[in-house]
T-cell receptor, first 114, second 114 residues
Framework: KAGVTQTPRYLIKTRGQQVTLSCSPI?????VSWYQQTPGQGLQFLFE???????NKGNFPGRFSGRQFSNSRSEMNVSTLELGDSALYLCASSMTGGENSPLHFGNGTRLTVT | GENVEQHPSTLSVQEGDSAVIKCTYS??????FPWYKQELGKRPQLIIDIRSNVGEKKDQRIAVTLNKTAKHFSLHITETQPEDSAVYFCAASSWAGTASKLTFGTGTRLQVTL
């Protein structure tokens, strides 16, 4: 069974631009979560989607948004990029996002904002 | 919201020795506690998890203990090997209805020396 796939692996953007990251969950997994990983802040929860609906949201500004498609694939968008948005963005999938449904992470997209 | 503290931030042990990483959490509603291992440049991988109705869980050389009263949980690695060298993250979550959200500790860099 293929794991969680994230594309692209690396991105370099300029301040003020926007970016879209993609995540394909493990087959059969309907919950997709996004996390931001930085050396200073560690792993921080962005949001979770289940059946095309955002079920939970972390404490990030509205510049960070996402969506989920009917095939459970998810995209995350960051608008008006800031230098502080440079990070590794990790997508994780699980069967239901509930109990007895552990998270499985992808390899991440490393975003660099210059 | 939930807050997870993790100690120590770095840990160096000799091959064959044991390693212990400790975490505390703040939200008494948390009932799921996974541990992830992240090797350099790779994705976090779930190595063991425990639920609040269990006090201890073991998987070969890895064990996790949970003290709900004190709100702390620990990872124990016995007979450490060089391949155990990585960053380890603890996390806590509560299954709020149908949603899930992991709050991570800041990580422990474990170095196993020969």
């Amino acid at each position: 069974k293929a794991g969680v796939t994230q594309t692209p692996r690396y991105l370099i953007k300029t301040r003020g631009q926007q970016v879209t990251l993609s995540c394909s969950p493990i087959s059969g997994h309907r919950s997709v979560s996004w996390y931001q990983q930085t050396p200073g802040q560690g792993l921080q929860f962005l949001f979770e989607y289940f059946s095309e609906t955002q079920r939970n949201k972390g404490n990030f500004p509205g510049r960070f948004s996402g969506r989920q498609f009917s095939n459970s694939r998810s995209e995350m968008n960051v608008s008006t990029l800031e230098l502080g948005d440079s990070a590794l963005y990790l997508c994780a999938s699980s069967m239901t996002g509930g109990e007895n449904s552990p998270l499985h992470f992808g390899n991440g997209t490393r975003l660099t904002v210059t | 919201g939930e807050n997870v503290e993790q100690h120590p931030s770095t840990l160096s042990v000799q091959e064959g020795d044991s390693a212990v990483i400790k975490c505390t959490y703040s939200d008494s509603a948390s009932n799921y506690f996974p541990w992830y291992k992240q090797e350099l440049g790779k994705r976090p991988q779930l190595i063991i998890d425990i639920r609040s109705n269990v006090g201890e869980k073991k998987d070969q050389r890895i064990a996790v203990t949970l003290n709900k009263t004190a709100k702390h949980f620990s990872l124990h690695i016995t007979e450490t090997q060089p391949e155990d060298s990585a960053v380890y993250f603890c996390a806590a979550s509560s299954w709020a209805g149908t949603a899930s959200k992991l709050t991570f500790g800041t990580g422990t860099r474990l170095q196993v020396t020969l």
